[in-house]
Nanobody, 124 residues
Framework: QVQVVESGGDLVQAGGSLTLSCAASGSIKSVQDMTWYRQAPGKQRELVAGVHSDGNTDYADSVKGRFTISRDTAKNTMNMQMNNLKAEDTGVYYC??????????????????WGQGTLVTVSS
């Protein structure tokens, strides 16, 4: 129905930059939110940044001023530019997409799908 794929994870030195990408595909009618979460080893998954259908964005305090999220509504894709990376940014980054899919003629239902994650490792 809906597939979400992340890419861009890599090993980078502290102070470096990285861009993560997320792409949603399938029988999508519209996307409501696209959100990045991350999970560090031994810790719970936490919200990093998200963009809503109206273009408004949310950022965790820990990444404000360093991460910038952007979205291509027509392509159902989202990028996150991460600058001045720190060791504590290490983790698996997941993309979560919510929206509406077409399930029949004039029928739709909402969905929420996680991607498989992409690993970001920041060496200090």
């Amino acid at each position: 129905q809906v597939q979400v794929v992340e890419s861009g994870g890599d090993l980078v030195q502290a102070g470096g930059s990285l861009t993560l990408s997320c792409a949603a595909s399938g029988s999508i009618k519209s996307v409501q939110d696209m959100t990045w979460y991350r999970q560090a080893p031994g810790k719970q998954r936490e919200l990093v940044a998200g963009v809503h259908s109206d273009g408004n964005t949310d950022y965790a305090d820990s990444v404000k001023g360093r991460f910038t999220i952007s979205r291509d509504t027509a392509k159902n894709t989202m990028n996150m530019q991460m600058n001045n990376l720190k060791a504590e940014d290490t983790g698996v980054y997941y993309c979560y997409v919510r929206g509406w899919i077409v399930v029949g003629e004039n029928k739709q239902r909402n969905f929420g799908v996680w991607g498989q994650g992409t690993l970001v490792t920041v060496s200090s």
